[in-house]
């Protein structure tokens, strides 16, 4: 299976730029999708295939990366952002996720 | 809009199968597949596999065959999960989810189903 990699935790400031890596144990061409889950929630549908950003999603999120390296960068983080973003690839099967970075506000 | 309603929280024993339900509304539902994810507590998220409703065809990750059986109804426009022989590490929120309209991704999630197996 395609292992995702992620850090663990992040902590920035309110107002700061925030930068969430995914890497992939093999490649995945552009196919790596984000998520961000609250506390109590399902996950939500942030961008896709790589920088592409879903439908109602502010444009503070971006995305980008190819084949084993992904990014997904928050500018300017907001308290709302507090969350777990997990990364996901749908290139290889099965489809898989990251571990989840926790973001926290200082 | 689209939207995935499931069933209720199970309580049940191990050893014992459950039966849970993902209800669409908003869309066509034999246009899409419809994942299932776990998501056991704390941890992150698994995709269980995949039906097209259309034509009842699943897909699944090797890990849960034999585990997970898919099947819709397409009359009510439901889907649904059942898992088998559980145990402990079958706890977990499981969730329906269906792709994007534009592109790959799970853009829509149901409200999880929360399964505690215990005696």
């Known amino acids: 299976d395609t292992v995702l990699t992620q850090s663990p935790a992040l902590a920035v400031s309110p107002g700061e730029r925030v930068s969430i890596s995914c890497r992939a144990s093999?490649?995945?061409?552009?196919?790596m999708h984000w998520y961000q889950q609250k506390p109590g929630q399902q996950p939500k549908f942030l961008i896709y295939?790589?920088?592409n950003l879903a439908s109602g999603v502010p444009a503070r999120f971006s995305g980008s990366g190819s084949g084993t390296d992904f990014t997904l960068t928050i500018d300017p983080v907001e308290a709302d952002d507090t969350a777990t973003y997990f990364c996901?690839?749908?290139?290889?099967?099965?489809?898989?996720f990251g571990g989840g970075t926790k973001l926290e506000l200082k | 809009q689209v939207k995935l309603l499931q069933s209720g929280a199970a309580l049940v024993k191990p050893g014992a199968s459950v039966k849970m339900s993902c209800k669409a509304s908003?869309?066509?539902?034999?246009?899409?597949?419809v994942s299932w994810v776990k998501q056991s507590h704390g941890k992150s998220l698994e995709w269980i596999g995949e039906?097209?409703?259309?034509?009842?065809?699943?897909n699944f990750n090797e890990k849960f065959k034999g585990k997970a059986t898919l099947t819709v109804d397409k009359s009510t426009s439901t889907a649904y999960l059942e898992l088998s022989r559980l145990t402990s590490e079958d706890s977990a929120i499981y969730y329906c989810?269906?792709?994007?309209?534009?592109?790959?991704?799970?853009?829509?999630w149901g409200q999880g189903t929360l399964v505690t197996v215990s005696s």
């Open positions: 996901q690839q749908s290139w290889n099967d099965p489809r898989t």
């Open positions: 093999e490649g995945v061409h552009s196919y």
């Open positions: 908003g869309y066509t539902f034999t246009d899409y597949w």
């Open positions: 295939e790589a920088s």
């Open positions: 989810t269906r792709k994007y309209n534009a592109g790959p991704g799970f853009a829509y």
């Open positions: 039906i097209y409703p259309n034509s009842g065809t699943p």
